[in-house]
């Protein structure tokens, strides 16, 4: 019967979604909604994307192992992302009226850093979608009792997702994102009053969470804890500024008003809701310590969806598993739009300038189907990887290769293009030589990569000036 609900409500938020895509008509519309989108959709998008299965089973998952202070990444760093794109990024950006957030970088450093930094912006979403379409998988199979195997899991749900993202895009994320807030919200809230009863009060679950140091945030005060923790803080908060997912929702408002205090209120309503799934965690441990105990050891991120399914009524399942849905819905079909939209726009026009707009969004809706099938080899590929594993993975990328010529860019007025080459080039080749050496376990790869990426920005940007202002006195001399 659980199954059968989620497979209607599969096929509701189709329809929902193929009903918002009569709505599109051109590539603006496919790719940030005609700039149509009030403030209320601007929070809910931003919210629903960032709200995934790294939320409800992730973090958990990573909180009753290191307390708060293994969930620094996210939500914490994810979280005053959207805090800082809303109060330093979406004004400049958004009266720039661009349609990839790639688009920046030509229109300030030329063709080939655009190429570049949208090469790195589609590799990061390899992970985040993954880890998406391996919480699907994993839903399938938990709630078949093990009949759907998680690859064929996997297949469906991507399926699901694909059905109404190929045709509506932005404006079908948009819609779906508002209903699947609502649900999320509504399911996770109605769980954690249940399961706080069923603990013996919500005092007593988080008596016994500090009783186990589970809120404890500060690393230990040693050199290798603190740049570590610091590492970790700006992998999501930095890294995920420079994505087309965010900048998607920017670009999708109405106004600058709704550009700048929506992703704002999403960040700051994000934070706060992630505790949620963090009580849960902690309630099943006092609802069922052992069983709890043994999920720890063999996949924490089953604690929460065995908690709900074996101790649960049938109507709290339904909320869960709804709004669990809501959460991986509402993210994976986010970021299977972003790089697609990016390929075709940045990438693909290089090689088809004469393109029309139809064209064009004929290529945007075939890079997402081709994006899709490959997100789910590499989903399938990676199965046995930890979802929050796979997104905060996804983020070093961008942040060593891309977040430094943003940023830049927008508030460096001597930022060249020489700058921008050397930044990318610094900050890649420096993280991954510390992914290689055994350094990175002394120092973390990522806060060495932008370190690199910093430097290489001030001095690409600089030397060239340096050499021609050293060279114009001895001119005058010669002469």
Known sequence: MLLTLVVVYLLVTIAIGLYAAKRVKNTTDFAIAGRHLPLYMIVTTTFATWFGSETVLGIPAKFIEGGLNGVIEDPFG??????LVGLFFAGKLYRMTLLTISDYYRERYG???EVAC????MLSYLGWVSAQVTALGLVFNVLSAGAISIPVGMVIGVVSILAYTLFGGMWSVAVTDFIQMIILVAGLTGIAVFAGNMAGGADK???????KELFKFWPEPNWHDMVFFFAAAITMM????PQQDVFQR???ANGVKAATRGPVIGGVAYILFAF???FLVASALLIMPEQTAALLKEDPQKVLPTLVLEKMPFVMQVFFFGALLSAIKSTASATLLAPSVTFTENIWRQFRPSGTDRQNLMTMRITVLVFSVAVLAYAIRMQGTPIYELVSGAYQVPLVGAFVPLVFGLYWRRATTQGAVASILFGIGVWLLFLAMPWGSEFPAQLAGVLASFAGMVAGSLAPQWVANTRTPHRMLVA
């Open 78 to 83: 994810a979280g005053t992302c959207l805090i």
């Open 111 to 113: 063709r080939g850093v």
């Open 118 to 121: 949208s090469l790195i912006i």
């Open 205 to 211: 679950v988080v008596a016994f969470a500090v009783s």
């Open 238 to 241: 930095l890294g995920s500024i």
């Open 250 to 252: 920017v670009m999708s």
């Open 276 to 278: 949620v799934p963090m």
